[in-house]
């Protein structure tokens, strides 16, 4: 069975720092190496053999109007495009409603320039022990490629690990845990506030003395949620190098270049 994929892709607009060091219209439609973010996002999903139907959650409604070219991207690319809500998992949420629950889902976003065919193959490979699986990344393999890239990590049995803003959702229950994450999404770049918001205290004081693994971590939340949910440990580095700031972009560009 193929996959659906959700972009998260709103936008601030002209207002967003990365869309002004870049001088685009909005965030998606800044251009790095020569092709805008959304742009990149779009012919790497739909070139992947694992995926069919692309959902684009945002820019909103008043911003496509404004970049036609976006508009005439989006259009393109056959993907289809939602409003988005007040928040990425607001607008996770908005367009999973709009999918079959039988269907599996993969979640991703707009600012991950660096996404490639492996990764999408890694998220996406068949599984029967998760019902969710969530893209992570060894720290020490981002840092021994990329010393200068500042990411979050959250620190789980001595070791840290690294988002990589890719989320697989393998069966209808998943679900769940993409809603209960609203309660932390604010807190993504504080890791021991996520920790207490989904685990309780209990696990924050093991977080804080070192004693919580990874296997611990997630066991102790397909408890609490009553979801089954684990890591897809991923290890290309870029997997973890999204584009949030203006120093992000011009790494994602010189590696991009690099590349070329």
């Not at 070219?69 to 809500?85: G, M, Q, V, Y």
């Not at 010393?147 to 803003?165: D, F, H, V």
């Amino acid at each position: 069975m193929t996959w659906d994929v959700i972009v998260l892709a709103g936008d601030r607009g002209a207002d967003d720092p990365v869309a002004q060091a870049a001088g685009a219209g909005c965030k998606a439609m800044a251009s790095i190496a020569g092709r805008p973010l959304l742009a990149r996002i779009l012919d790497t999903v739909s070139a992947a053999p694992e995926l069919s139907q692309c959902h684009v959650v945002g820019p909103g409604a008043d911003i496509v109007a404004a970049n036609p070219t976006l508009a005439s991207l989006i259009a393109d690319s056959r993907a289809r495009w939602l409003a988005p809500a007040d928040s990425p998992v607001a607008s996770a949420m908005a367009a999973l409603a709009t999918i079959d629950e039988d269907r599996p889902v993969l979640i991703t976003t707009a600012d991950h320039a660096l996404l490639t065919q492996g990764m999408i193959q890694a998220m996406c490979a068949p599984r029967d022990d998760v019902d969710l699986a969530v893209g992570l990344i060894d720290r020490a393999r981002v840092s021994s490629a990329y010393p200068e890239s500042k990411r979050t990590a959250i620190r789980l049995g001595g070791r840290g690990y690294c988002g990589c803003n890719l989320f697989a959702i393998h069966h209808a229950r998943g679900r769940r845990l993409v809603d209960a994450w609203r309660r932390v999404e604010d807190e993504r770049k504080h890791p021991a506030r996520v920790v207490s918001g989904m685990l309780g205290w209990s696990a924050l004081a093991r977080y804080a003395l070192r004693r919580l693994s990874l296997e611990q971590a997630f066991a102790s939340l397909s408890r609490r949620f009553d979801v089954r949910v684990g890591p897809t440990l991923l290890t290309t580095p870029e997997a973890a190098i999204d584009v949030d700031t203006v120093a992000d972009l011009r790494q994602v560009e010189a590696i991009l270049n690099g590349r070329r």
